[in-house]
């Protein structure tokens, strides 16, 4: 039986001229250059909502995976964001996604 994959839904929550936010936007495109599986992948910046500043302000940057509601937040290096997204998408296969 073939089964297919549900694509990986990333958002990362950050600022404009946060330096955090962009080392971890870059150590995030590094880590998704080799990756296996589908996904997608946004920016959010919380600057302009009122609710996403009171949400993550004091922890950007974060990223979300959407399916499976889970955030990895600021500090982490490549392998920690590697393991991250090797459980996200294990529970998106477990699941079976939505």
Do not use: K
């Amino acid at each position: 039986m073939n089964r297919v994959e549900s694509p990986l839904e990333l958002t990362l929550y950050g600022t404009c001229g946060c330096h955090l936010c962009t080392e971890a936007g870059e150590l995030l495109d590094h880590c998704l250059d080799q990756w296996p599986a589908p996904y997608s992948r946004a920016y959010c910046d919380i600057a302009g909502d009122e609710g996403l500043v009171l949400c993550y302000g004091t922890r950007i940057p974060v990223i979300r995976e959407r399916v499976t509601g889970t955030e990895l937040g600021w500090p982490f290096d490549y392998a920690a964001l590697q393991a991250w997204l090797c459980q996200c998408r294990n529970a998106l296969t477990t699941n079976g996604g939505e």
